[in-house]
């Protein structure tokens, strides 16, 4: 259960009075997701999804408000935020930072295989997600790129096997070879899994959690969808899967000159971030924090797999 702050009913309407959203009639924790306090909200005028962010800085938050607003008036199906009679998009709730954003229907496909036409819905959105983003005005590079990842395997090493350490040194070291400069790129989702996109009647109805978007190559945002949607239980992947991810992406957003030769290195990339990112959250877990642990052993193997590919 990811509710780290509870709300009170008090609270809760003198929060509401900023808005002109009516008055609450239900508030319900939402279990899933792990960084931040979730609640379906329903008012008097609709439904909402109120969130408590538990760790990003207060700073941080305006870009992922502003991005989300952004793409969802271009017509991406993402949370556009609630603004305030005073017109702020961010406000205070339980001495936290909180924001109201609109409730997107749909469930994700978690836990199952997508079909043909579902990721073909999903290359096409990424596509029109990169495109719709190309001219947001804020600049944020994204911050787990090879910095971040270099930093982590550092922190991580105390508590690896040496097996362990020798891959990502060794994948650190391929990764530093790669040029990735001439790639085509802007706002990337950079977290677009399973449990992030909603699905209703066969098509998408939602795109959710934007916090760890940022700037980089698009190419690579395709990568981290190919492996989190397209791959099997030993981290090969579906081909066929991949196929129609790719076809889709393309026909919405043809590919530059160069652009596919960096496909494998960075289909290596995101299956390293996200082993990373997985290792870190296991050994270095958030005090207080009640969720599950995703499994870092799902990315090694994927990680291993795109390095018989290349
Ligand atoms: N705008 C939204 N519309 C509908 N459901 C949402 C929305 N935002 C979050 N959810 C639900 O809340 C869950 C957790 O949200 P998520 O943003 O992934 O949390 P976290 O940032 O804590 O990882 C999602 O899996 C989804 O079920
Ligand atoms: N999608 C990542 C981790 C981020 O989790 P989320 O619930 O915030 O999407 C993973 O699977 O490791």
């Known amino acids: 259960m990811s509710v780290y702050t509870n709300v009170s009913d008090r609270e809760l309407a003198q929060f509401l009075r900023d808005y002109e959203l009516g008055d609450a009639r239900a508030l319900t924790g939402i279990p899933a997701g792990v960084e931040n306090s979730n609640y379906f909200l329903d008012t ?15 700073s941080k938050i305006p870009y992922f408000l502003a991005l989300t607003e952004w793409l969802s ?25 909180a924001a109201i954003v609109q409730r997107l229907s749909g469930d994700s496909i978690e836990g199952r295989a997508p079909s043909a036409t579902e990721i073909s819905a999903l290359g096409e959105l990424l ?16 911050p787990a790129g090879f910095d971040w990842w270099q930093e ?15 891959i990502i040194a060794e994948e650190l070291a391929y990764q530093r070879t790669v040029r990735r400069t001439p790639l085509p790129g802007g706002v990337v989702h950079a977290d677009l899994f399973p449990d992030n996109v909603l699905f209703e009647n066969g098509r998408i109805s939602g795109a959710i959690d934007f916090y760890y978007a940022g700037d980089d190559a698009w190419l690579y945002d395709l990568a981290v969808v190919a492996n989190s949607w397209c791959s099997v239980a030993d981290g090969r992947f579906d081909h066929t899967l991949v196929r129609g991810l790719w076809h889709a992406y393309v026909a919405a957003r043809p590919l530059q000159a160069g652009e ?7 289909l290596r990339a995101a299956a390293l971030r996200f082993w990373l990112l997985r290792l870190d959250a296991l050994h ?11 499994d870092p ?14």
């Open 44 to 58: 008097d005028k609709g439904r909402f999804v109120l969130t408590l962010f538990e760790r990003l800085p207060r």
């Open 73 to 97: 008036l271009r017509g991406i199906p993402c949370p556009r935020p609630m603004h305030t009679v005073a017109g702020n998009s961010l406000g205070t709730l339980c001495d936290k930072p």
């Open 127 to 142: 596509a029109r997600m990169h495109l719709a983003g190309e001219n947001f005005p804020e600049r944020h590079p994204n």
């Open 152 to 166: 982590t395997a550092r922190h991580l090493v105390p508590h690896l096997s040496p097996e362990d350490n020798t």
């Open 260 to 266: 596919e030769d960096l496909w494998f290195p960075l």
């Open 284 to 294: 270095f877990r958030r005090p207080g924090a009640i969720t599950q642990c995703k």
């Open 297 to 310: 052993e799902e990315y090694r193997r994927i990680l291993l797999r795109r390095r018989e590919m290349l």
